[in-house]
């Protein structure tokens, strides 16, 4: 492996529990996560139940979008 190339695990997910909002209907936001913690610094707090068990198959936050692109430029 190069320098250039840059491996990070993650796994693609969203947080498990409540709507974002009261009334969202839209869907949801999936995160890279390494570990508990998503690469834009996300966290599951009391309105959710956690990271959920299953993967999803699109990545759709545009912060941690913006950081995998980052650190693959490297």
Do not use: F
Request: charged share 30%.
């Amino acid at each position: 492996m190069s320098d250039k190339e840059v491996k990070m695990p993650y796994k693609v997910t969203h947080l498990a529990g409540r709507c974002r909002t009261g009334n969202d209907l839209v869907g949801q936001i999936t995160h890279a996560i390494n570990g508990d913690v998503a690469i834009c610094g996300k966290k599951p707090n009391g309105k959710s139940s956690g990271w959920s068990v299953w993967e999803d198959n699109e990545l759709t936050c545009p912060k941690c979008l913006l950081k995998i692109k980052r650190l693959e430029a490297k």
